[in-house]
């Protein structure tokens, strides 16, 4: 499985930002498709997943009401929308997937497949 971001960039606090993510290969019509972010001097975490064929979402704490994540199952393709951003939402942005639906779709664990990362710039 291969998985291609895009959408990251420099934005003023309080601005958008959309992140897209595809993954290709051996993929499957269920499993856990999500977002993590690694903060300068931080370790990797969680921002927001969405576990599929039952379409759950989930968020972390951070994000919760200013970002929104949004897939198709058929195409394995997720969208992250981040509105209101923050300085300290920035970070690399690294999207990730598994076909095993069962495992936790807000640990690092819960995923096998990782992409690139794209950097998410927010000035204050």
């Known amino acids: 499985v291969q998985l291609q971001a895009s959408g990251g960039g420099l934005v003023q606090a309080g601005g958008s930002l959309r992140l897209s993510c595809a993954a290709s290969?051996?993929?499957?019509?269920?499993?856990?498709m999500g977002w993590f972010r690694r903060r300068p001097g931080k370790e990797r975490e969680f921002v927001a997943a969405i576990r599929w064929p039952n379409d759950s979402r989930y968020y972390s704490e951070s994000v919760k009401g200013r970002f929104t994540i949004s897939g198709d199952n058929a195409n394995n393709t997720v969208t992250l929308q981040m509105n209101s951003l923050k300085f300290e939402d920035t970070a690399v942005y690294f999207c990730a997937y598994s076909r095993d639906y069962w495992r936790d779709a807000r640990a690092t664990s819960g995923y096998v497949y990782w992409g690139q990362g794209t950097l998410v710039t927010v000035s204050s």
């Open positions: 290969g051996r993929t499957s019509r269920t499993g856990n």
